[in-house]
């Protein structure tokens, strides 16, 4: 209320939002009154508070997501991906090449990384990509690829989805869906992916705010579709030694504010290969349930992504920190089972 609001107008606003169903708390400061509004925000929103006497000012205090949110969902989810958990109680590695490129590199790559303890194959048929002459990926016969490896190896695969139009055929393939960091506020993207009925792995826009990463897996929940996995993959900043700045609070804020799992990509984050053990050892620390990483059999000849590919001594190290680091977080690895009914 304003500094000289009366008795009578702060009367005006308790009665107000009463007659609307919800609860008005009024706190009487030394030089200020405060009414705490509680109840469904959408009532109050018809009713022109800004406009009563001796209002100075509404704010909005709740988080504008609800489906997403734990204070609606305080338990933490476990969320499925072809029976592999990704959730609070594992650690789920999943790793492949960037692009898919041929039959042979992808699958030597599901192999380094089935050797390495991923249990779930990462690939992308179709590249978003800066650039409209860089590869863009093969596309159908990209997926067609993917699914044969997942035959070869056991490893379901995720795999991006770039456009609205593809979902349905991308989801004809993949085990889950990921939306990258480009099109995270691609609503016709998120309410499409959000009919698909599989699971949908949101990447962090690389200048979103935690706020609008929520609000865009609102989106998802919003058609119907709760499973969902947060990754985080870095951000922009002034910084120009890594390719994008890994926030590693997003993950602790992002569980504070969130029921749903958060993954971190420390391939994106640092764009080099050297940064990847490192940041991965980071997300372990920081409680990620779980990191997704790019390896090539032959990172110098990669069509997309070559220098964050893992190969060889790198990944062993990386391998070594997914065993030895999750347990001490109070993390099994994820292999895949049962789903537990929700
Ligand atoms: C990717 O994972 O292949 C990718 C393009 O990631 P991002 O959207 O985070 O750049
Ligand atoms: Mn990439």
């Known amino acids: 209320m304003s500094p ?18 919800g609860e008005a708390f009024v706190s009487r400061g030394v030089s ?3 009414v705490g509004l509680v109840g469904d925000i959408e009532a109050f929103q018809g009713l022109n508070l800004r406009a009563m006497p001796g209002v100075a000012d509404v704010i909005r205090v709740s988080a504008p997501y609800k489906l997403v949110s734990r204070i609606h969902h305080p338990q933490m989810s476990t969320v499925y991906v072809a029976g592999v958990p990704i959730g609070p109680d594992t650690f789920t590695l999943i790793a492949g090449p960037c692009a898919v490129e041929t039959p042979q590199q992808t699958l030597e790559a599901a192999e380094m990384a089935k050797a390495a303890g991923a249990t779930l194959l990462r690939g992308g048929a179709y590249k978003p990509r800066t650039s409209p002459y860089a590869f863009q990926g093969l596309g159908e016969a990209g997926l067609k690829i993917l699914a044969d490896v997942r035959e070869a190896t056991g490893l379901p695969v995720v795999t991006e989805v770039v456009d609205a ?7 004809g393939y993949a085990d889950m869906l990921q939306v990258g960091t480009r099109n995270m506020q691609n609503f016709g993207l998120l309410q499409a992916v959000g009919q698909s009925g599989k699971p949908v792995m949101l990447k962090r826009g690389m200048q979103a705010t935690i706020e609008e990463w929520l609000m865009a897996a609102e989106y998802i929940a919003q058609r119907g579709n709760l499973d969902i996995v ?3 993959r870095g951000i922009r900043t002034f910084e120009t030694a890594t390719r994008n700045t890994l926030d590693v609070s997003s993950v602790p804020v992002s569980h504070d504010l969130s029921h749903l799992p958060v993954m971190v990509d420390p391939s994106h984050s640092g764009g080099r290969r050297d940064l990847v053990v490192p940041l991965s050892r980071a997300a372990i620390a920081v409680g990620a349930d779980g990191i997704i990483v790019d390896v090539h059999p032959h990172p110098e000849q990669a069509l997309c992504d070559g220098p964050q590919a893992l190969v060889d001594d790198d990944l062993r190290a990386l391998a070594a920190a997914v065993r030895q680091l999750p347990p001490l977080m109070g993390r099994r690895p994820a292999t895949a089972a049962t789903p537990a009914p929700r």
Do not use: M, N, P, W
């Open 4 to 21: 000289g609001a009366s008795d009578k107008e702060i009367a005006g606003v308790v009665a107000l939002v009463e007659q609307s169903g």
């Open 32 to 34: 200020r009154t405060i």
């Open 165 to 171: 139009h593809d979902v349905d055929l991308v989801a």
């Open 230 to 232: 947060l990754c985080e």
